[in-house]
């Protein structure tokens, strides 16, 4: 088992940045692969960003390239995901997601999840 707990969201104006931590404690932290995901009302949930075991590959969403960029540390157990220029459709509750495999950014491939974290962006 793992357990993640998010933490870092809040409500920030448009334009403005946010750094979200997951924090994972349970089997060890370097043999998964981690991923942000996020859920607006009334919409799925989607991909956000994943950065593999040892930190050296990552991979984003098309809608938060180059705004968002995710980061883990293996010595702490935490995996970060520094959220810049932001938008109001970035409103959404974050979570992040601990997996076995790689590869894929589907939420089915991911096995354990933390329970979220609001993020509200203004207009």
């Known amino acids: 088992q793992v357990q993640l707990v998010e933490s870092g969201g809040g409500l920030v104006q448009a334009g403005g940045s946010l750094r979200l931590s997951c924090a994972a404690s349970?089997?060890?932290?370097?043999?998964?692969?981690m991923g942000w995901f996020r859920q607006a009302p009334g919409k799925e949930r989607e991909f956000v960003a994943a950065?593999?075991?040892?930190?050296?590959?990552?991979s984003y969403a098309d809608s938060v390239k180059g705004r968002f960029s995710i980061s883990r540390d293996n010595a702490k157990n935490t995996v970060d995901l520094q959220m810049n220029s932001l938008r109001p459709e970035d409103t959404a509750v974050y979570s992040c997601a601990a997996k076995y495999g790689s590869g894929s950014s589907l939420p089915s491939t991911y096995n354990y999840w933390g329970p979220g974290t609001q993020v509200t962006v203004s207009s």
């Open positions: 349970g089997r060890t932290f370097s043999n998964f692969e």
């Open positions: 950065i593999n075991r040892s930190g050296r590959l990552t």
